[in-house]
């Protein structure tokens, strides 16, 4: 099996690995998953590119994403940003899967309002298990989106292209962010054994000797633990709590730095280092962003 890396810099060269024509827009294009055709000297291929993808599959479509492998079912919606990696799995002939690709390069949206807030749709982060799942409704609604887009695509390029592909590739977006939260919804239950999974990490990391060894946990300590991505856990916490996963890690903190300003004479310095910071002015700054007092006036205060 091949482990070939390639990397695509812009449309034209994916359409070129694809075999596709020269694409319509430099920027971005919808391409029919049903016309994509892998043969086995691809297969174990690793594929990263310059670009962002929305990708529809709505038949079996096996993927490796980062270290996940992944089968979509039907209805299901992914995203990747650039520099992902994606593996090819298997071989595809020609009609056998069918979907939607849109790609777009990030110079599309540069200095427009899109670009600057991008980063806010954090399922561009998350891995390919926590694609979102869509009802036929909520397919249509997407289909549509993208649609106009590809009308857009084939129009001649003028002074209102980028603001029209624009604003329809933001209205997708934000369908998927709603979408996304609906899917936390119907998940309630299941959200809330991550939550108080998150609760026994926090604890059990603290009664271990690893504050001291490695420092205060992180993030990503917590989604590997919970088998989700850090942006997915994170929005999954602030759905159900109202707090990221960084706030539930600082607020665990400073809880038992409380604890600790109270019920010892250890100095600030010291009961700094306890937690695993490694810099007493760091603990002391996330301190008082908290609670608004420095951790010397919380003791003098109580």
Avoid at 259 to 286: E, K, M, Q
């Amino acid at each position: 099996m091949s482990t070939k890396f390639v990397h695509h810099q812009s449309i034209s060269q994916l359409h070129e690995f694809m075999g596709f024509e020269k694409p319509k827009h430099p920027l971005i294009t919808i391409i029919d998953v049903a016309h994509i055709i892998v043969g086995k000297e691809r297969v174990g291929l690793k594929i990263t590119s310059d670009l962002y993808c929305i990708a529809l599959k709505d038949a079996s479509c096996a993927l490796d994403y980062g270290r996940n492998h992944y089968d979509f079912e039907e209805g299901a919606l992914m995203f990747t940003a650039p520099n992902q990696v994606i593996t090819l799995t298997r071989a595809q002939q020609l009609n056998e899967i069918q979907g939607w690709l849109l790609y777009f390069h990030p110079d599309l949206i540069r200095n427009t309002s899109l670009g600057s807030k991008i980063d806010d749709y954090s399922f561009f982060s998350y891995e390919l298990h926590e694609a979102l799942h869509l009802s036929e409704q909520e397919q249509r609604t997407i289909s549509n989106c993208v649609e106009m887009i590809a009308a857009e695509i084939k129009e001649r390029i003028d002074d209102h292209s980028q603001q029209v592909l624009v604003s329809n590739i933001e209205l997708l977006l934000n369908y998927c962010t709603r979408y996304y939260s609906r899917q936390f919804n119907t998940r309630s239950a299941q959200n809330k054994d991550v939550v108080s999974k998150v609760e026994s990490l926090l604890k059990g990391y603290y009664h271990s000797d690893r504050l001291l060894q490695e420092g205060p946990p992180n993030v990503s300590f917590l989604a590997k633990e919970c088998f989700l991505s850090p942006g997915y856990l994170s929005d999954l916490l602030k759905k159900e709590t109202g707090k990221t996963a960084k706030d539930h890690i600082n607020d665990f903190l400073v809880d038992k730095a409380k604890h600790l300003l109270l019920g010892s004479t250890d100095s600030v310095s010291g009961i700094a280092y306890t937690l695993g910071f490694n810099y007493p002015h760091y603990f002391s700054r996330l301190f008082k962003k908290k609670t608004g007092v420095t951790p010397q006036e919380y003791r003098q205060l109580n």
